[in-house]
């Protein structure tokens, strides 16, 4: 990746209706996650992460819990939002729902990278700036646990394959783990995003999550974006934990 004052600036497709993201500073590219289940806590992560942090992801816990109002009041006041929705319905369903988060003000949204549902979504983004992201396979899912839920490819040949088919079908966006950003780098080459969760600096705890990379590490492998939750919002100084991240990304 190109040292991140060199990364080209959003820059809007008309034809996809999408946003190809590419982030200006690594401050553009840190992502933390409001993994947190109340409002009062949310607000007071904001608050500490005031001037560090710009980007945040709000995803079930939250929205469930008031979430998605104080989203519409972030994003009002320039603050980035990626609602990770992880939708997945009939195309009428999502088309619906794709509408009317564009016209909440989000950033990014996340959905399952079925082709029929990307396909829905993408005509119904068409025109705003929302950028929409395809999940491939959850970091939290390691190759028994895609064999369970009865795929037939490892989890990175389906990732490399649900990558492809997000590409054609005009995504602006990957989710994916940064243990295969690189090589969906090399098929959804260098204007989409990819999006890596699963980020864990180095001595900290991986919880749930299978597939870890450090955040110099996924730099390295071209992610856009790294969503960084539990290690910031869980910690006793969260700035300084912040900081210390976009520091190790600068360093990559």
Do not use: W
Request: glycine share 10%; aromatic share 4%.
């Amino acid at each position: 990746m190109p040292h991140a004052d060199r990364n080209l600036a959003p820059a809007v497709d008309a034809d996809r209706g999408v946003i190809q993201q590419r982030a200006e500073t690594m401050q553009d590219r840190l992502i933390v996650g409001l993994d947190v289940p109340t409002l009062k806590e949310a607000e007071k992560a904001v608050r500490e992460l005031d001037g560090v942090v710009s980007f945040y992801k709000i995803g079930y816990q939250l929205a469930f819990a008031g979430g998605l109002d104080f989203a519409r009041e972030l994003a009002s006041g320039g603050t980035r939002i990626f609602l990770d929705m992880k939708l997945l319905d009939i195309d009428n369903t999502v088309a619906k729902g794709v509408e009317a988060i564009a016209r909440m003000g989000m950033t990014m949204l996340t959905l399952h990278a079925y082709p029929k549902t990307m396909k829905a979504a993408v005509e119904a983004a068409r025109g705003s700036d929302l950028c929409l992201l395809g999940v491939t396979v959850l970091t939290s899912m390691d190759e028994q646990d895609v064999i369970d839920a009865g795929y037939e490819h490892d989890p990175h040949t389906l990732v490399l394959r649900r990558s492809e088919q997000a590409l054609h079908a005009g995504m602006g966006g990957i989710v994916c783990s940064a243990e295969e950003a690189e090589a969906v780098r090399r098929i959804v080459g260098p204007n989409m995003a990819v999006v890596t969760p699963g980020i864990r600096p180095k001595g900290s705890d991986h919880g749930d999550q299978k597939r870890v990379v450090t955040p110099a590490q996924a730099i390295r492998n071209g992610s856009s974006h790294l969503v960084v939750g539990r290690p910031i919002v869980g910690a006793a100084d969260r700035r300084a934990v912040a900081e210390a991240i976009l520091d190790e990304m600068r360093s990559a």
